[in-house]
């Protein structure tokens, strides 16, 4: 039979899905990892980008700052975290896509800032804001559009590149994929390609599901300029 044959076959036994170590519970596994780097990836990027976009500093440590993280490949990450206390499994994994996040994420804030328009926000000051309230009130809801769309830009990403965490034993859906390897391509070569095909589904899904959700976080009259896909490198503001 045909890889493709001997895929299709795999997908089709219920014990494929059901077992302990079947597709629901490394679905669950790629899931949990996935959203658990990108939470964290936000609750530390955002914050920062958002502050240093309103105070129109830091282009340039960000713009360097994205070039580091662009060189270091996340399989480099993965072999040198387990040698250290966090060891391997799901620790190492999340906090290795917590740091490929990072750099992007922070980006998009800082720039989801800076493109407000400084007459706004000299009118806001004008109205008597305080800075804080400049930011929470006028510059965060502009900026939305860009941190949705870098939001879902990442979150494919990284759901994609959360099948690296059979390297480390880690778990979710690249398990499936390594056990393929392991069986050889010739009785292997089904439940490799089933693994693949099954990594592709759930980032076309996450893409279909976060492109509805950016429409609906970005309000009507920003749509026509809302931005599909943040830039990355250009922070030279």
């Known amino acids: 039979m045909s890889a493709i044959t001997d895929a299709i076959t795999w997908l089709n036994d219920p014990l494929n899905w059901t077992n302990p170590d079947g597709i629901v519970v490394r679905l669950g596994e790629h899931l949990w990892i996935a959203g658990a780097s990108i939470a964290l990836g936000c609750a530390v990027a955002w914050p920062i980008g958002l502050w240093l976009g309103h105070i129109g500093r830091g282009g340039q440590v960000l713009t360097s700052l994205a070039n580091v993280t662009r060189a270091i490949p996340i399989i480099a990450l993965l072999m040198i975290l387990p040698l250290t206390k966090v060891g391997f499994g799901q620790p190492a994994i999340i906090l290795s896509l917590a740091f490929f996040t990072f750099a992007p994420l922070l980006s ?5 800032v800076r493109q407000v328009d400084p007459e706004v ?14 930011l929470f009130r006028v510059e965060l809801p502009l900026a939305v559009p860009y941190l949705a769309a870098g939001f879902r830009t990442t979150a494919v990403q990284v759901v994609a590149t959360t099948t690296l965490a059979s390297f480390v034993n880690g778990g979710g859906l690249g398990m499936i994929i390594s056990r393929g390897f392991g069986l050889g391509m010739n009785a292997g070569g089904g439940q490799l390609l089933a693994g693949g095909l099954l990594v592709a589904l759930l980032c076309l899904a996450v893409e279909a599901l976060l492109a509805v959700g ?19 490198v250009v922070i030279n503001t």
């Open 108 to 112: 998009d804030a800082y720039l989801g």
């Open 121 to 134: 926000r000299d009118a806001a000051r004008g109205m008597g804001l305080n800075p804080w309230q400049v």
């Open 214 to 232: 950016q429409r609906l976080v970005t309000p009507a009259p920003l749509r026509a300029r809302a931005p599909l896909r943040t830039r990355r």
